[in-house]
Antibody, heavy 122, light 108 residues
Framework: EVQLVESGGGLVQPGGSLRLSCVAS????????MHWVRQAPGKGLVWVSR????????NYADSVKGRFTISRDNVKNTVNLQMSSLRAEDTAVYYCARVQRQLMILDAFDLWGQGTMVTVSS | EIVLTQSPGTLSLSPGERATLSCRAS??????FAWYQQKPGQAPRLLIY???NRATGIPDRFSGSGSGTDFTLTISRLEPEDFAVYYCQQYVSSPLFAFGPGTKVEIK
């Protein structure tokens, strides 16, 4: 079955760290750019980060730059988001998403995980 | 920096009616443009990419048009399952992959 499954969310104190993972199945994972998108409770979608197929190139939203690190393991078909120096405003559901076409840098997201909730609170 | 503006914020319609949703970009994004549908508690679902191409499995009552700065999503006849929030997205310019604020289509 073609799917993305996120894990790793939870409750963390301000200033803390958390590592999210997204496992892909049913796709040729190593040929796709992968992204993280988040959604605060009751709010809209916000793009967070992306990584190229071989993991050598990454980009971040200004709001998370220097605090979040995206990485991937093409053997385990996994993309990770290491989050540190977490703030209350990072509270959100975090989705991983795949672009529609293999090796395409600029493309819409046609496959999404179910999301994992991150709550930053003392 | 490109800003996406969606209108209206909320659209109140009855099943069977036509829905017209708009999204305007502050600068041209060519056709690097998508529409997504999101229902409560669910991940977004890609409807339209390249401004006017339906994604796999999307019913033909959904259509997208426009290029440059002005885009429209049309739902020709609303089905009960179409009541949801719709987001536009550009994927060509800074901020990368930015989404619009969303339009809620609710039952009148």
């Amino acid at each position: 079955e073609v799917q993305l499954v996120e894990s790793g969310g939870g409750l963390v104190q301000p200033g803390g760290s958390l590592r999210l993972s997204c496992v892909a199945s049913g796709i040729t994972f190593s040929r796709y750019w992968m992204h993280w998108v988040r959604q605060a409770p009751g709010k809209g979608l916000v793009w967070v980060s992306r990584i190229n197929p071989d993991g050598s190139s990454t980009n971040y939203a200004d709001s998370v730059k220097g605090r979040f690190t995206i990485s991937r393991d093409n053997v385990k078909n996994t993309v990770n988001l290491q989050m540190s120096s977490l703030r209350a405003e990072d509270t959100a559901v975090y989705y991983c998403a795949r672009v529609q076409r293999q090796l395409m840098i600029l493309d819409a997201f046609d496959l999404w995980g179910q999301g994992t909730m991150v709550t930053v609170s003392s | 920096e490109i800003v996406l503006t969606q209108s209206p914020g909320t659209l109140s319609l009855s099943p069977g009616e036509r829905a017209t949703l708009s999204c305007r970009a502050s600068q041209s994004v060519s056709s690097y443009f998508a529409w997504y549908q999101q229902k409560p508690g669910q991940a977004p679902r890609l409807l339209i990419y390249g401004a006017s191409n339906r994604a796999t499995g999307i019913p033909d009552r959904f259509s997208g048009s426009g290029s440059g700065t002005d885009f429209t999503l049309t739902i020709s006849r609303l089905e009960p399952e179409d009541f949801a929030v719709y987001y536009c997205q550009q994927y060509v310019s800074s901020p990368l992959f930015a989404f619009g604020p969303g339009t809620k289509v609710e039952i009148k």
